[in-house]
């Protein structure tokens, strides 16, 4: 699900910081020097980068195309190569009887053990592709504002650190207890009990 989804989950965030002038420069540097490699043919288990929102595939960024009006569009893209547990078994066990022939042992040490099997998930992550996900996000520089469309936890942590790695701007996460921070105009002492709150339990 994503930005053109007839239904889509999103989290929401607000933006602190400034870009510097030139901004459009700026944000295309940091999407630039950040976009996502290529690992289908290296033995990198991950990668995580910007991709271009239009063509996910092709992270290129060229030609501003990475704006709609006076919003930022692109996406994360997180390529994970993923290899089932019986294929590694399987190749594992042809590897340790090629080697238990060609010494002519009985048994390997487990060192030995240890570094064929590490050889054989270093040869099928060198030959399986990668999976992508993309999640796409939409960027009100103006407004302070960012809306991710995902609402899963591990690609919400990856965006926060690469967006301040790309572009020095820290992203606050906006669900009730910081949107009263934040915008809820409190006095000191309703601050002071704010900040003192719990959750309760509504169950046993």
Known sequence: MGFLSPSTSLTRYRVEGKLENPVMENIYTGLTRNAISD???????????WTAFSDPFIPTFEGSGF???????????????T???KVIQKYYAIELYKKLKASGREFLSRN?????????INLLTL??????????L?????????????NLKSPCEELETLFLTSFHLKLIRLFPYTMAELYGDLSGDEYDSFTRL???????
């Open 39 to 49: 690992i289908d043919d290296n033995a990198a288990e991950r990668a995580i980068g």
């Open 67 to 81: 704006t709609i009006g006076t919003y930022f569009l692109f996406s994360l893209r997180i390529d994970k190569k």
């Open 83 to 85: 290899i089932p547990a």
């Open 112 to 120: 030995e053990k240890k570094m064929i099997k590490e050889h054989v």
């Open 127 to 136: 030959r399986i592709p990668a999976t992508p996900n993309i999640y796409n």
């Open 138 to 150: 939409l960027w009100n520089h103006e407004g302070e504002s960012l809306w991710f469309f995902t």
């Open 198 to 204: 719990a959750p309760s339990k509504l169950m046993e």
